[in-house]
DNA sequence: GTGAAAGCGCTAACAT
DNA sequence: ATGTTAGCGCTTTCAC
């Protein structure tokens, strides 16, 4: 391609000088009705198109929000980027996303990364909970971050997670309540506050209950659970779950697999019961009882703390979101 | 935040020029290991980032690629947007993220912008066929671009599509010999190439039958599709289709939602086929007979394309990419 | 209301 | 091997 049109070659063609072109285009200081008009024709006629890297370079506002994300396979996290986009847009940002593709030691590297793109601030979605990295972050941070969702094991930083324990709690004793004494529990990749906060609390209430806890490891990954849990069904020598708490939703649609792979019924052979409340399209036929981390509410307390964050109107965001059982057809 | 250390401050604390700091920390220019050493470490204790806006101003490579998708509720274009993070990475490119939210009025802004942002490339995925604007831009392009899965009905600039029509003419020739002859079509927005020749495909082939084409229209949206299939299924004086096509994954899964809705069985009851073949988590259990666009083929052929148009390495990329059919559980 | 000039933080000649 | 210098394309004082 051809070099690029400057604001230079526009205000050759105008007949004015670059800075006026400059004042046309940024919209900031005075300029004659008749000079914006011809500044604007010879914009138009160049095909020019204003160099926003050297707008932010000058302004030393990039305009841009960076997101760190696990992947975008998980619909939990995709809706998360899709709502992201119109939430930044709202705000006159754009959001420059990366991914750990669900791989804890590649985070430091994509943060570095959007630092160094002088991004305004960082969500960031997929924090593990060790990370040394994050935590030193914390202390001397460059960048206003807000962590979403998953969060380190230390309390630093700032967070916007919901009460993992809590909706763990909800969904066992739900389950409990409705007769249940084996629930089998399909766990996350403990490497995330999530998995370890929801373990915890599954395990607080069959305690509770005087159950006995039985748990499997899906990772948060929809191929491994539909192999774990597959296995434990095909287990012969041991008595079945009648009920099985999947630590996301994604894991919860594996076990449904599982299940219907083997002619088994959600609900009317084994309940099953997820972690998320992920809006994805087939909700409608798999219909699935989950615990709504009313993601919508976390996400816009996390960026809108993050823009508070940027603009200097606070110094710490930490938000807890209250979960919320939401019974449908499966549990 | 305060203002962030540049190289001129890693200068100073290692007693070096500034350009010695750039010449170590991008790799080129012959420095004393000695001398390097003492600039890595200056740079570490001040916590320096080098600043890409500056250097991408300076080199003129952004490094990174625009890409406007519809969507990232759709499956199929998190599946891609998560692909092209993949690919672009291995590239040594990031990618840049913009939405028209399934409108086609808002692509021009933010093709505007992607190319306001100097990104090397344009990655087009949401084009409508009547887009005046992307029809000018392929006449006199500033940034090399593809169009990916839709594009302009006047066959210019660089696409790589798959043969939708030939698709259609599959899917709808294959539930004739499995021997229907009520197939209902469930068409995408016509807005978009994909869904016009997805249409025709599936009247060239009712046709060819001798067989009457049947056709609602769902927009490529779940909703809209559930409740228009619903309304069909609900009619009462009207023959049922044994079968019915929809133009993409994302609408058979509302048709199956639909179905579920009505204690009927995607093909026990009525056959459905979609087309796309989304890698969609619910894939076990759901099972969908569809047609698969070979996503991962078309997006790398797409971004090979692009990276040769923007090397110089050739001057148009046009690939029509062939369907397959899969079938599985649902017909 | 408009122009001239400085400078954002880098890289890339060009010197030495 | 390292320092000096000149910009990249803008915005923003400061003059006039």
């Known amino acids: 391609m051809a070099r690029m049109t400057t604001s230079r070659d526009v205000a050759r063609l105008a007949r004015v000088s670059q800075s006026t072109v400059s004042r046309v285009l940024s919209g900031k200081g005075n300029v004659r009705q008749e000079t914006s008009e011809r500044v604007m024709t010879a914009a138009q006629r160049l095909g020019y198109y204003v160099n926003e890297t050297a707008r932010?370079?000058?302004?030393?506002?990039?305009?841009?929000?960076?997101?760190?994300?696990?992947?975008?396979?998980?619909?939990?996290?995709?809706?998360?980027?899709?709502?992201?986009?119109?939430?930044?847009?709202?705000?006159?940002?754009?959001?420059?996303?990366?991914?750990?593709?669900?791989?804890?030691?590649?985070?430091?590297?994509?943060?570095?990364?959007?630092?160094?793109?002088?991004?305004?601030?960082?969500?960031?979605?997929?924090?593990?909970?060790g990370d040394t990295f994050m935590e030193e972050y914390c202390q001397h941070p460059v960048v206003p971050s807000v962590m979403y969702n998953r969060r380190l094991s230390k309390d630093i930083g700032n967070w916007v997670v919901s009460d993992n324990k809590l909706g763990s709690i909800m969904a066992t004793t739900y389950l409990l309540t409705q007769g249940h004494r084996d629930i089998l529990y399909v766990s996350g990749d403990m490497a995330y506050s999530t998995a370890v906060d929801r373990l915890m609390g599954y395990k607080f209430a069959m305690d509770n209950a005087g159950k006995k806890?039985?748990?499997?490891?899906?990772?948060?990954?929809?191929?491994?659970?539909?192999?774990?849990?597959?296995?434990?069904?095909?287990?012969?020598?041991?008595?079945?779950?009648?009920?099985?708490?999947?630590?996301?939703?994604?894991?919860?649609?594996?076990?449904?697999?599982?299940?219907?792979?083997?002619?088994?019924?959600?609900?009317?052979?084994?309940?099953?019961?997820?972690?998320?409340?992920?809006?994805?399209?087939?909700?409608?036929d798999i219909n699935l009882t989950t615990i709504s981390q009313r993601q919508d509410l976390m996400l816009k307390t996390a960026l809108e703390g993050l823009f508070d964050l940027i603009n200097g109107r606070t110094h710490t965001v930490r938000t807890v979101i209250k979960p919320e059982l939401i019974i449908r057809g499966t549990a």
Request: aromatic share 8%; charged share 20%.
């Open 56 to 129: 932010s370079m000058k302004t030393k506002k990039s305009k841009s929000i960076g997101v760190v994300l696990p992947s975008l396979l998980n619909p939990f996290f995709s809706e998360t980027a899709h709502s992201v986009y119109t939430y930044t847009k709202e705000h006159d940002r754009t959001m420059l996303i990366e991914l750990t593709m669900d791989n804890p030691r590649a985070h430091q590297a994509v943060v570095k990364d959007l630092i160094g793109r002088r991004v305004e601030g960082l969500l960031l979605g997929a924090v593990s909970t």
């Open 213 to 284: 806890p039985r748990v499997v490891c899906g990772n948060y990954d929809y191929v491994q659970t539909f192999e774990v849990v597959g296995n434990v069904l095909d287990a012969e020598h041991f008595r079945q779950p009648t009920a099985i708490f999947a630590g996301n939703d994604l894991m919860a649609l594996a076990v449904i697999g599982a299940l219907t792979n083997r002619n088994l019924g959600p609900k009317s052979d084994i309940a099953v019961i997820g972690f998320d409340n992920i809006s994805w399209p087939a909700r409608r």
